[in-house]
């Protein structure tokens, strides 16, 4: 079974990553977590729930959902909450980036962490708040839909 090797060595990987955030380590668990190594990056739970479900077969929306918010309390998946989408997942790299949202085709594409003299990372709160994280979400056109506006 040759055809099996490219599916079993991210999925060894999927169990140490499990293992290491001390996790119970299951197939779902697994499934999910190779399905969003294996994407580029915010990929919504049916997505997710697809793509998983060709490696564990039958797997409900609820159960990704579980498996999901597991992985991200974890550490090891990141949830990003727009408004007017779905949630959507990426892996968890810790470099607290942003992200860029096309009001055209709701294409998100990662932005880097804002660096520099941005007042409005500052909140302007009382010390008795503890912030403990800033989300930022710019919004605009993406290449492709500024291309469709300016040719209609
Ligand atoms: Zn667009
Ligand atoms: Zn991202």
Redo the contacts with the bound molecule.
């Keep these: 079974m040759t055809t099996a090797t490219t599916v079993d060595e991210p999925m060894a990987l999927a169990a140490a990553q499990l293992r290491t955030a001390r996790m119970r380590v299951t197939a779902p668990r697994m499934a999910v977590l190779v399905a969003v190594s294996d994407s580029s990056g915010h990929l919504d739970a049916d997505t997710l729930r697809e793509r998983a479900q060709r490696v564990t077969g039958h797997l409900s929306l609820q159960a990704t959902y579980n498996v999901l918010h597991a992985l991200t309390d974890a550490g090891l998946v990141r949830c990003t909450q727009i408004p007017g989408h779905p949630a959507r997942y990426e892996t968890e790299r810790h470099d607290n980036h942003h992200h860029f949202v ?1 009001r ?2 709701g ?1 998100i594409r990662d932005v880097e962490c804002t660096v520099g003299t941005a007042p409005c990372m500052e909140p302007q709160l009382p010390e008795e708040y503890d912030t403990q994280e800033a989300v930022v979400t710019f919004w605009g ?2 290449p ?2 500024r291309a469709a506006t300016s040719e209609s």
């Design positions: 096309c055209g085709c294409a056109l993406c492709d839909c």
